[in-house]
């Protein structure tokens, strides 16, 4: 008659160690993603076509040439 015995604690499985991995990462993501809406905010712009990012480093600039326009007279 042969007893079976407990072996106990087998180690970890790569079944685990995979979903512990894939829930860091998630929870990194929405950590980064409410981050950046938090500090973005200043560069949301609602319009009438729907919601927009204007980051300040990809606006071109718009501007009236005769804004600058100097004329010099000479007597």
């Known amino acids: 008659m042969s007893r079976r015995r407990n072996t106990g604690y087998r180690g970890r499985t790569w079944a685990r ?3 512990n991995i894939a829930l860091c990462l998630l929870i990194l993501l929405l950590v980064l993603g409410a981050g950046l809406l938090l500090l973005g905010q200043r ?3 609602y319009t009438d076509d ?3 990012l204007e980051l300040p480093f990809f606006a071109q600039e718009q501007h009236d040439p005769e804004l ?3 004329d010099v007279i000479h007597g």
């Open 17 to 19: 160690s995979a979903l």
């Open 43 to 45: 560069y949301i712009v």
């Open 50 to 52: 729907g919601i927009r």
């Open 68 to 70: 600058g326009r100097v």
